[in-house]
C-alpha cells in the first residue's frame, strides 16, 4: 500500500510545475513537500504548507501561490476535495468511497501490510544487548534488547535487510574472575572448607551454586586441582545459553554472536592501530599532548601510553589506545569492530547502548572518521535506566540471585507482552518506571490488555460467526458508514508511522500508535454491532469485512512491537 502523504505531494508536485509550465509561477526548483494532518479535523485529512514554505523564492502572497497551485491540481481518485485556508494552507479530504476500498486492500496486505521500500537494496546491521556472560540478562540490559529488536523489525518493514548482531567478550579479567569464582563454589559443593573473596573479583550470584552442584554431578571431583580456566569455559557455556533462552521469552533473537577475540586473533586491532599511526592520529607519550600544567603534575612519572588525537575531531580529550603495560583500552576493539562493521558493507549500522556509554560512542566514531571511513553509517541509541516499582515505590525483585534483577524474573512476575510493552513504548532518552501493578492488570488503563484486547475482540466476533454460518465473502464493503471509516483513516497512518520510525530510529513510535488505534477502535466496536439481529445479512457481511481489517492491523502492530496477538484473554 502506497503512503498518502508521499501521494499527495507528488502530485502537488505535478500541480506547482504545471502552474510554471503556464506562467502562473515562476521558476524556481521545487521544494520538500511537506503534507501532515491539519490541526483540526473539520479542516480535512491532510494539509499542505507548501504555499507558506515558497512565499519568499515566488515573491508572492502564501494565499496567492496556493490558488495558483489548486488551479492546476487534478483530484487524484484517493481525494474528494482540496481548498485553500489562510493563510495558504491546501487542506485535503480523502474520498469516503476510496477509504472503504482500502478494507480490501489492508486485509489483502495481511502480515505483510505497509512493507515499504524505503529501505530496499539496502542492508542493515542492529547490534544489541552485548552483554558479557558473567551474569544473567537484568532488566538494564533488557532495555536495550527490547529496543534493538523493536528497531531490527521496523527497519525491515521499511524494507531493509536486516541481521541482528550479539558483541560479546569471553575473555579477559571479568571472565576469570567468572571462572575462579566457580571453582571456588565447586570446590564448596565438594564439601572442601573455602573462605570467599569479599572484593569485587568474586561473583556473588547463586546461579553459580547451581552451577556447581551441577559440575560435580557430572564430573565429580575430577576438576579438583584445576584452575580457572575449565571453569571458566563451562560458566559461560552455562550463561550464555541461559542468556538466548532468557530474551528468547520475549521474542529478542540475534543471527550473528561476534566474538570482540577474533580482532585480537586476526590482529585486526593492531592493524587499526597502524593505520591510525599512519595517519597521523597517534603518539606515544606519557601524558597527552595537550594536557594543562594541573594534569601534568598530577599524572607526572606514568610510562608511555598510546594515544588517539581525537580532539582533532572534536573531543574534550585525546584518548589512550593502549596503556603503559602494552594492554588495549576498551576504545581501541571497538574502533575495529566498528571498521569491520563498515568493511561487511552495511548501509546502515545500529547500536543500542547505555546512556553512560555516549562518550565512548563518540569516540568510536572519530576513530572511524580518522580512518577515513563514513561515519555516518554508525548510529547510535543511547537509553537511559529501568526501574521496577509497586505501590509507586522502586523495588529489587531479585530473591535468590545475588544483585540481579533479572529479565526471567521480570517475566514471571508480569508477562513477556508486558515486558515488551511498558519497556518499548517509552523514548529511550527518558527513564523507564515499570510499573509491576499496572502490568498485570486486566482493565483498560493498562495499554498491553487495552490494545491486545482490540485483536481478541476481532478473534472472538469471528468465532461466533462462524458458528452461526455468518460469513464477510464477497460482502459489499460501500455498506459501511462514518464510525468504520474513522478506524480506516487511524489504520492507514500505520505506514506513515513505520517510515518515521525507521527513518528516526524510534521505534516506540509503533507503540504510542497501537494505544491510539485502540483507543479508535474500543467505542466503535461498542456501537457497531455485527451479529445483532437487528443488522440486515448485508450490513453483518460488510461490518464482518471491516473487522477482519482491524484485526490485520492489530496484529501487524503487535508484531511489530514484538508482542503475541492474542485470541483469547
Known amino acids: 500500500m502506497k503512503l498518502i502523504p508521499h501521494e499527495i505531494a507528488a502530485h502537488l508536485g505535478d500541480a506547482i510545475r504545471a502552474a510554471q509550465a503556464a506562467g502562473d509561477l515562476p521558476a524556481f526548483d521545487l521544494p520538500v513537500i511537506d503534507i501532515k494532518p491539519p490541526k483540526h479535523a473539520n479542516q480535512g485529512d491532510y494539509a499542505a504548507s507548501v504555499a507558506l514554505a515558497l512565499a519568499k523564492t515566488a515573491g508572492l502572497p502564501p494565499l496567492e501561490i496556493a490558488n495558483r497551485i489548486l488551479k492546476h491540481f487534478t483530484l487524484p481518485d484517493f481525494i474528494a476535495a482540496a481548498e485553500v485556508a489562510p493563510p495558504g494552507y491546501i487542506n485535503l479530504r480523502l474520498d469516503e468511497a476510496w477509504l472503504k476500498t482500502q478494507v480490501e486492500a489492508i486485509i489483502a496486505e495481511g502480515d505483510a501490510l505497509f512493507t515499504l521500500e524505503m529501505g530496499k537494496g539496502k542492508r542493515a546491521l542492529v547490534e544489541y544487548v552485548s552483554a558479557n556472560p558473567t551474569g544473567p540478562i537484568t532488566v538494564g540490559r533488557t532495555r536495550g534488547g527490547v529496543i534493538g529488536d523493536s528497531t531490527a523489525r521496523v527497519l525491515e518493514a521499511a524494507g531493509y535487510t536486516v541481521e541482528r548482531e550479539y558483541y560479546f567478550n569471553n575473555a579477559g579479567r571479568q571472565m576469570r574472575n567468572l571462572g575462579n569464582s566457580l571453582r571456588l563454589r565447586y570446590l564448596q559443593a565438594l564439601g572442601r572448607e573455602i573462605e570467599l573473596p569479599t572484593d569485587d573479583s568474586f561473583y556473588q550470584g547463586e546461579y553459580l551454586i547451581e552451577f556447581a552442584e551441577d ?101 574534550t580529550a585525546d584518548r589512550v589506545l593502549v596503556k603503559s603495560s602494552g594492554e588495549p583500552t576498551y576504545t581501541l576493539p571497538d574502533i575495529a569492530y566498528h571498521k569491520n562493521k563498515l568493511d561487511r558493507g552495511y548501509d546502515l549500522c545500529v547500536n543500542c547502548l547505555g546512556s553512560d556509554h555516549l562518550v565512548q560512542a563518540q569516540v568510536v566514531k572519530y576513530g572511524v572518521r580518522a580512518l577515513g571511513m563514513d561515519d555516518s553509517r554508525l548510529n547510535v541509541i543511547l537509553n537511559q535506566m529501568v526501574k521496577t516499582v509497586r505501590d509507586g515505590k522502586e523495588v529489587r525483585m531479585s530473591t535468590r540471585r545475588g544483585v540481579f534483577d533479572t529479565l526471567d524474573e521480570l517475566i514471571d512476575q508480569t508477562s513477556a507482552d508486558a515486558v515488551r510493552y511498558l519497556i518499548g513504548s517509552r523514548s529511550p532518552t527518558n527513564h523507564v518506571l515499570f510499573d509491576l501493578d499496572l502490568a498485570v492488570a486486566q482493565t483498560n488503563d493498562n495499554p498491553v490488555y487495552y490494545i491486545q484486547n482490540a485483536h481478541v475482540r476481532c478473534a472472538g466476533i469471528f468465532r461466533e460467526a462462524a458458528a452461526r454460518g455468518v460469513s464477510d465473502e464477497g460482502a459489499d464493503v460501500s455498506l459501511l458508514g462514518a464510525d468504520e471509516l474513522r478506524f480506516v483513516r487511524k489504520a492507514l497512518e500505520l505506514g506513515e508511522v513505520i517510515e518515521a520510525a525507521a527513518r528516526t530510529l524510534e521505534a516506540h513510535r509503533v507503540a504510542f500508535y497501537a494505544l491510539e488505534l485502540a483507543q479508535t477502535f474500543h467505542p466503535i466496536y461498542d456501537s457497531v454491532r455485527v451479529l445483532h439481529s437487528e443488522v440486515p445479512p448485508p450490513l453483518q457481511g460488510a461490518r464482518l469485512r471491516f473487522y477482519r481489517a482491524a484485526q490485520v492491523v492489530f496484529r501487524r502492530a503487535l508484531t511489530l512491537m514484538g508482542m503475541n496477538a492474542p485470541e483469547y484473554m
Open 215 to 315: 559440575l560435580v554431578k557430572e564430573r565429580g571431583d575430577a576438576l579438583a586441582n584445576e584452575d580457572w580456566q575449565p571453569f571458566k569455559e563451562y560458566a559461560e557455556k552455562r550463561m550464555f545459553d541461559w542468556i538466548k533462552t532468557s530474551l528468547a521469552r520475549i521474542q529478542v533473537k540475534h543471527d550473528v554472536f561476534f566474538n570482540e577475540n577474533s580482532l585480537y586473533e586476526t590482529g585486526a586491532i593492531w592493524n587499526v592501530l597502524e593505520e591510525l599511526e599512519q595517519r597521523g592520529y597517534v603518539y606515544k607519550a606519557a601524558l597527552p599532548e595537550n594536557a594543562d600544567e594541573q594534569t601534568r603534575a598530577e599524572v607526572g612519572g606514568k610510562g608511555e601510553a598510546v594515544w588517539f588525537r581525537s580532539t582533532q575531531f572534536g573531543d
